[in-house]
């Protein structure tokens, strides 16, 4: 737990760009607390891990995401039935202007031989996030491999069962 403090510590005027899953967690949290476990795909969270989040995210100065990850989140959000589905979207669109988004050239993503492994959002994560923000994500292989690559990571999985502080 000291190593992730002192990450967050390092990251917190710079940032945290917060992967597809914990972003949509949030969306649907704020919807509805009670859907994060009965929506397919947020049912590995619980409430909890939603106030959790939003402890984390107001820890940082800036939260930052791509298109790719909007895009992605926008996909799951459809997924959800009405009336809820509309209320997230709206809270989506304003949610959106809060976060520093960059535009990533797919022609540069796409580049590296990781990108047959891990596609285009994740290898978005990788080009943006080196030296500029702490990422956080679920995705255990995602985690491993980012920092394999030299891109501070931390896996909410680690931070969610030991709370945060």
Known sequence: MNEIKSLFSRYRQKGVLV??????????????????????RTQNFIPEDYDLLLQLLSYFQTVATTPNILTE????????????????????????????????ES??????QQFT??????????SFAKDRYLVLTDDL??????????????????IRVLGWQ
């Open 141 to 158: 292989r995602l985690a491993v491999y980012l920092q394999r690559q030299g891109v501070d990571t931390v896996n909410f999985n680690n």
């Open 107 to 112: 022609s540069g993503v796409v580049t590296g």
């Open 73 to 104: 989140v926008n996909s799951f959000v459809n997924q959800l039935g009405e009336p809820e589905r509309s209320q997230c979207f709206a809270f989506f669109a304003q949610g959106i202007s809060t976060f520093e988004e960059t535009y990533l």
């Open 117 to 126: 492994t891990f596609g285009l959002t994740d290898c978005g994560i990788l």
């Open 19 to 40: 992967d597809t899953n914990i972003l949509l967690l949030y969306f649907v949290g704020i919807t509805n607390r009670e859907r994060i476990s009965r929506f397919n």
